[in-house]
């Protein structure tokens, strides 16, 4: 709404420090700023409202150091995350963005199945929370508005440099020819990037096109497909990792930050053919509500470090989640997720593996038995006798190492 405000002023009446808002760098550090005076000034008072309505933590028994004190901390603490992240997008984004369209949906769809999740497990006493089937249920839905959205949507497009021999054309006519001149026009395509290949596009359409051209019509079905195990994979893997202290929030700031990198050089056209990565237009104001969402993270941990004032809940985790499933689909890095989202993935494993592993072991000897000390992975590492805050810490160093890996993937071929 500001950035609408001061445009006006800009034209209207050449208002001084009006074209400020014009660039995505000042309005980043704008929003990061205001986030987290949102989420550090107001959260305190969020937390007070939680524990007045006594939305404490329930903690079940499982034998973990310090387990006992954390009873009663105030749950659902996502909240500060969601408005800390909103609040700023709707003041300094452009909301006719459909990538800053797509996001908000996002943020208030896993929100309220968040939400929805922490109210069954503290005011039903079901310590289920909202049952496993519609929470998939609601990823789905996600997915599918994602995927149609990412398809169909005339401002989603991607522009190619044209061949070499067309450029060296276009600089012989006109030696001062500027950067836009040497794309092709605008165009929607389903490529993607994969990292650690020469040539590291890959178009969703290949996976049904080679078995014959004609099978093209069914890629909406495929790309649909891989938005929804992407969203339900990296939303259940931030839900898994917000196990103790510090470690969801911490780590997703890690993985938005190198979102946020490979948003900005993948909307500028100077950049992204330095880089000889996708060009996509538009895609740059995602940054805005990255530098909003990082600093609301950034906020929120000033409450959630050890020992945690407040933790997220699944209301926090899942939209984290989600966020950052959908950031990483629109600016077509999904498929570096397995490498930048790796302590989601190890989270995820573990737990799979886990009980994999008992269920096969104990129809094979009559007895269950087990891969890990307890999982999800952060709880094996508290078995052995690590102080949570030292697992934290590991951990962040961890994804430090895969966000730095992630960015070099851009060019590594």
Request: proline share 3%.
């Amino acid at each position: 709404m500001l950035y609408y405000l001061f445009e006006y002023l800009e034209k209207q009446f050449q208002f001084p420090g009006a074209t400020l808002f014009g660039f995505i760098t000042f309005r980043a550090a704008l929003a990061m700023i205001l986030s987290l005076l949102i989420s550090t000034i107001y959260g305190k008072r969020i937390i007070r409202f939680l524990q007045k309505k006594q939305m404490g933590e329930t903690i079940r028994d499982l034998g973990l150091a310090g387990q006992a004190e954390k009873a009663g901390t105030p749950t659902m603490g996502g909240v500060i995350i969601i408005l800390a992240t909103l609040i700023p997008v709707l003041l300094l984004s452009k909301l006719e963005n459909i990538y800053i369209i797509l996001l908000i949906i996002t943020t208030l769809w896993m929100g309220a199945i968040g939400f929805l999740d922490d109210y069954i497990k503290k005011f039903k006493n079901d310590k289920e929370g909202l049952k496993g089937r519609f929470k998939v249920l609601g990823q789905v839905v996600l997915g599918i508005i994602v995927g149609a959205t990412m398809y169909f949507h005339q401002d989603v497009v991607i522009k190619e440099k044209l061949p070499i021999e067309e450029q060296e054309q276009i600089r012989e006519a006109d030696p001062n020819a500027v950067e836009s001149a040497f794309f092709k026009a605008e165009e929607k395509s389903t490529k993607t990037t994969i990292p650690f290949v020469k040539k590291n596009e890959f178009n969703y359409s290949d996976l049904v096109t080679w078995i014959h051209p004609d099978l093209a019509n069914y890629t909406l079905i495929v790309f649909i497909i891989a938005a929804i195990f992407i969203i339900t994979a990296v939303s259940n893997g931030a839900n898994l990792t917000d196990g103790i202290d510090g470690l969801a929030a911490g780590t997703s700031v890690i993985i938005a930050l190198t979102l946020g990198i490979f948003a900005w050089v993948s909307g500028n056209i100077i950049f992204s053919d330095y880089l000889n990565i996708m060009y996509i237009p538009k895609v740059e104001e995602i940054t805005i509500y990255i530098a909003a969402f990082v600093g609301a993270l950034i906020g929120f941990l000033w409450y959630n470090t050890y020992p945690a004032q407040v933790f997220m809940g699944d209301t926090g985790s899942l939209t984290i989640g989600g966020i950052i499933a959908v950031i990483a689909i629109a600016v077509r890095k999904e498929w570096l997720i397995p490498v930048l989202c790796g302590i989601f993935l190890a989270e995820n494993l573990s737990v799979v593996m886990q009980v994999s592993w008992f269920k096969y072991t104990k129809k094979k000897y009559g007895e269950g038995r087990r891969i890990f000390k307890m999982s999800p992975l952060h709880h094996h590492y508290q078995k052995l006798g690590y102080h949570e805050s030292k697992i934290v810490t590991r951990f962040w160093i961890v994804g430090i190492l895969l966000a730095i890996l992630s960015i070099v993937t851009l060019k590594i071929r």
